[in-house]
């Protein structure tokens, strides 16, 4: 039976604007990892953005997920 493992990584969108050549290199190696992005959550929260120090901004949740190997137990 195949299994999976997962992984989530929270990212702040003003960290993305500022940087999508990095976010672009980090998905790269990740997936050369066999990780592939399955979903993304975008939420709102309170706190800095480019238009003020405190305001409404927003951070994106990935959800990753990779095939486990033969004989290989997900980890917790």
Known sequence: METFEYKTV???CKDVERSQD???AQLNRWG???WELTSSLT???LGSSQYSLV???HRVTLIFK???QPGEAAQA
């Open 10 to 12: 929270t990212v702040d």
């Open 22 to 24: 990095a976010l672009t």
């Open 66 to 68: 990779r095939l486990n």
């Open 55 to 57: 305001g409404l901004a």
């Open 43 to 45: 939420l709102p929260y």
């Open 32 to 34: 050369k990892e066999g």
